[in-house]
């Protein structure tokens, strides 16, 4: 199984550098003069409200622009309506994040903002015996409405062919997989761990948690920008300005993952076999 402590922290050492690297402050002009309106969620430890400067994602973000001479405004909405206010012809927002690789004619994403490692909970006297997709079909699975899943995953719920329970949270999944409710629930290992280690609800059911990591993807995250937005001139920008501080690498919405390369850091990984 992968050591997913040390993925996660050799990850987290890609965006230590970066008060070091954005160390310069904008006018107090720029701060009046020009807002940049954000959509995001509670999704902690990546973005939330009520977390240190939003969430290790919302800080970037947030820095990144105010770099460029913008102030950030995060709105925190349930995910469905994020994305709704932010699509379309007349968006509220320039964008939302994170967002994992998608294609859409209205969204363009930047470049990479982070990574989430996808897979799923388990209960430890229970775990999931999985050596290939078929075996899926063996369990219940909990999903959170709207939220993207492994792509194994949501080509099965597509082909009908996995029974899932979808909850409106990754909290009320990890409930329902510590008092096996649920075989398994798909959730993000940081995501997962945070939960555990703050939330009093879950003390209980905590050390009865796993993560498997048979059925595993990385994925990268992006802010998903509207080009119908006035400000849609600022994406470019904003992905100049990764590149050039080495933050991440920049990420073809063109190609895939898999076909550019990009964007991801070295960190072994575990594959499941798929059917046809």
């Not at 073809?252 to 070295?266: F, V, W």
Request: aromatic content about 10%; overall charge negative.
């Amino acid at each position: 199984m992968l050591d997913f402590a040390k993925v996660v922290y050799a990850i987290s050492c890609l965006f230590i550098p970066l008060q070091s690297v954005l160390a310069v402050s904008p006018t107090p002009k720029e701060e009046t003069t020009n807002v940049v309106y954000l959509a995001s969620l509670e999704w902690p430890p990546f973005t939330g409200q009520h977390l240190p400067d939003g969430g290790r994602t919302t800080a970037l973000v947030s820095e990144i622009f105010r770099q460029l001479g913008y102030v950030v405004k995060i709105d925190y909405l349930p995910w469905s309506r994020a994305v709704k206010l932010s699509t379309g012809k007349t968006p509220k927002y320039l964008a939302y994040f994170p967002e994992y690789p998608l294609h859409d004619d209205d969204l363009r994403l930047s470049g990479c903002i982070g990574y989430s490692h996808v897979g799923l909970v388990e209960h430890k006297n229970a775990p999931l015996q999985i050596s290939s997709s078929a075996d899926l079909q063996n369990y219940t699975l909990g999903v959170v409405q709207d939220y993207v899943n492994t792509t194994t995953i949501d080509q099965m719920i597509k082909q009908q062919r996995l029974t899932v329970k979808t909850s409106l949270t990754d909290k009320q999944n990890l409930l329902r997989v510590g008092y096996q409710r649920l075989d398994g629930a798909v959730i993000d290992y940081d995501v997962m761990k945070y939960l555990l280690q703050t939330e009093p609800d879950l003390a209980e059911i905590a050390q009865s948690l796993q993560f498997n990591s048979a059925e595993y993807e990385l994925k990268t995250l992006h802010m998903a920008v509207n080009i119908n937005h006035p400000q849609a001139s600022l994406l470019p920008v904003f992905n100049k300005f990764l590149s050039q501080h080495g933050l991440v690498s920049q990420y073809p919405t063109s190609l895939s993952i898999e076909q550019a390369g990009l964007c991801q850091p070295e960190a072994p990984m575990t594959h499941m076999t798929t059917e046809p």
